[in-house]
């Protein structure tokens, strides 16, 4: 029986997509690179530090370790700029109408985040204490694919990792919840995110007549 439901953050509850993607191509143009937008779909999911190390093997580009931190701190730091403006006229369609059924409901909800800045942008928009659990990539050591996230956010709300559905837009979170031992809905076309049960566009398409 399900009893709690995981999120992840960028594509499924806010667009910050866009935010990575203009840093990463800002910080990539320097490297004498390119960053198309097919790239930056192969690095929805993925860490900051796995981010770079692909942008890193796509531009041929070797730096030094102490250059390899300093770009991810500038990288972030064009990224908190973009997300200070942030509010909740931000989050994605059917969102709000989510978490209201979901809190009538009495149903617990996790988030399971790549991001390090998942707080700020749950404040900006409005719904950090929506969340019993927030798990970002300043708790794990092991980044989507791999399913720590989630399992790290079943562990704190207290249920089987089998007692709870994921909510993803990316093919490595998919696959992180499946490696899990999680159910996982896809928000996305299903030829993007083969694995999940179901696949909808928002989540005020997701219908709570069906949680079990």
Same mark, same amino acid.
């Given at each position: 029986?399900?009893?709690?439901?995981?999120? +992840?953050?960028?594509? !499924?509850?806010?667009?910050?997509?866009?935010?990575?993607y203009?840093?990463?191509?800002?910080?990539?143009?320097?490297?004498d690179?390119?960053?198309?937008?097919?790239?930056?779909?192969?690095?929805? $999911?993925?860490?900051?530090? +796995?981010?770079?190390?692909?942008?890193?093997?796509?531009?041929?580009?070797?730096?030094?370790?102490?250059?390899?931190?300093?770009?991810?701190?500038?990288?972030?730091?064009w990224?908190?700029?973009? !997300?200070?403006?942030?509010?909740?006229?931000?989050?994605?369609?059917?969102?709000?109408?989510?978490?209201?059924?979901?809190?009538?409901?009495?149903i617990?909800?996790?988030?399971?985040?790549?991001?390090k800045?998942?707080?700020?942008?749950?404040?900006? !928009?409005g719904?950090?204490?929506?969340?019993?659990?927030?798990?970002?990539?300043?708790?794990?050591?092991? $980044?989507?694919?791999?399913?720590?996230?989630?399992?790290?956010?079943?562990?704190?709300?207290?249920?089987?990792?089998?007692?709870?559905?994921?909510?993803?837009?990316?093919?490595? $979170?998919?696959?992180?919840?499946?490696? $899990?031992?999680?159910?996982?809905?896809?928000?996305g076309?299903?030829?993007d995110?083969?694995?999940?049960?179901?696949?909808?566009?928002?989540?005020?398409?997701?219908?709570?007549?069906?949680?079990?």
């Amino acid at each position: 029986m399900i009893k709690a439901l995981i999120l +992840d953050l960028d594509g !499924v509850i806010c667009d910050t997509a866009h935010f990575h993607y203009i840093a990463w191509k800002r910080l990539a143009a320097e490297y004498d690179y390119e960053l198309s937008e097919s790239d930056n779909e192969a690095l929805k $999911g993925v860490s900051r530090v +796995d981010s770079l190390i692909r942008i890193l093997q796509w531009a041929k580009k070797e730096i030094s370790p102490e250059q390899f931190e300093q770009d991810l701190l500038r990288k972030n730091a064009w990224y908190l700029d973009m !997300v200070e403006e942030m509010g909740p006229q931000d989050l994605l369609p059917g969102v709000g109408s989510f978490v209201e059924s979901a809190q009538k409901l009495q149903i617990p909800l996790a988030l399971g985040s790549a991001s390090k800045n998942a707080r700020t942008v749950l404040t900006k !928009v409005g719904l950090l204490d929506a969340f019993q659990a927030i798990v970002d990539a300043s708790q794990i050591s092991r $980044g989507k694919p791999d399913p720590e996230t989630f399992t790290t956010a079943a562990e704190l709300l207290g249920f089987a990792p089998n007692e709870c559905i994921v909510f993803e837009d990316s093919l490595a $979170g998919i696959q992180a919840a499946l490696a $899990g031992g999680m159910r996982a809905i896809g928000i996305g076309k299903p030829s993007d995110l083969p694995g999940a049960e179901l696949h909808i566009n928002n989540l005020g398409e997701y219908n709570f007549a069906d949680f079990q």
